[in-house]
Antibody, heavy 122, light 107 residues
Framework: EVQLVESGGGLVQPGGSLKLSCAAS????????MHWVRQASGKGLEWIGR??????????AYGASVRGRFTISRDDSKNTAYLQMESLKTEDTAVYYC?????????????WGQGILVIVSS | DIQMTQSPSSLSASVGDRVTITCRAS??????LNWFQQKPGKAPKLLIY???TLQSGVPSRFSGSGSGTDFALTISSLHPEDFATYYC?????????FGQGTKVEIK
């Protein structure tokens, strides 16, 4: 059974940093791209970015609202993906989900974690 | 970025009703269109990709259609567990973008 478990969320001040983790199990983690998607309270879904597999050079891509502030990485030896968030803004407050495609491409996103709440507030 | 527009934003329906949600892309996306269901406090669940293939385990009352810029998600007969918010998402270009969501509520 595929499992994705996010951790590392919490309260952070504006301008601060936070690193989220996504621990994966139940599949060959190293072969899959991993994505991050967020959702502000009562709002829709926003794609943050993705990191591809080693076979695809660990290529990353980001949405415009986080590009230059957020960095996605992965440690295949730990079956874990990461989202490093810098220069956080109040508008980054959201539930953050990690997600895995159903196959070896980038999409569709077939498996999701339970989500982790990040609150950016003073 | 490609804009995805869903209609309606919300609807009220009864158990047993046939429901159709539409999704329009701001430019052609071929059939690179995915549908998700989300219930309160839960992660999104993939229903259909690309455009018309039912994800494993999804009931056959769900169906998807369309290509180019216009797409539809149809629930042939609403079940109580189908009351949720539905999102379309294009995966034709980066960044992938979602529609604003359609909330299906009980009448």
């Amino acid at each position: 059974e595929v499992q994705l478990v996010e951790s590392g969320g919490g309260l952070v001040q504006p301008g601060g940093s936070l690193k989220l983790s996504c621990a994966a199990s139940g599949f060959t983690f190293s072969g899959f791209a991993m994505h991050w998607v967020r959702q502000a309270s009562g709002k829709g879904l926003e794609w943050i970015g993705r990191i591809r597999s080693k076979a695809n050079n660990y290529a990353t891509a980001y949405g415009a609202s986080v590009r230059g502030r957020f960095t996605i990485s992965r440690d295949d030896s730990k079956n874990t993906a990461y989202l490093q968030m810098e220069s956080l803004k109040t508008e980054d407050t959201a539930v953050y989900y990690c997600s895995r495609p159903t196959d070896f491409g980038d999409f569709p996103l077939g498996d999701w974690g339970q989500g982790i709440l990040v609150i950016v507030s003073s | 970025d490609i804009q995805m527009t869903q209609s309606p934003s919300s609807l009220s329906a009864s158990v047993g009703d046939r429901v159709t949600i539409t999704c329009r892309a701001s430019q052609s996306i071929s059939t690179f269109l995915n549908w998700f269901q989300q219930k309160p406090g839960k992660a999104p669940k993939l229903l259909i990709y690309p455009a018309s293939t039912l994800q494993s385990g999804v009931p056959s009352r769900f169906s998807g259609s369309g290509s180019g810029t216009d797409f539809a998600l149809t629930i042939s007969s609403l079940h109580p567990e189908d009351f949720a918010t539905y999102y379309c998402q294009q995966s034709y270009t980066t960044p992938p973008t979602f529609g604003q969501g359609t909330k299906v509520e009980i009448k």
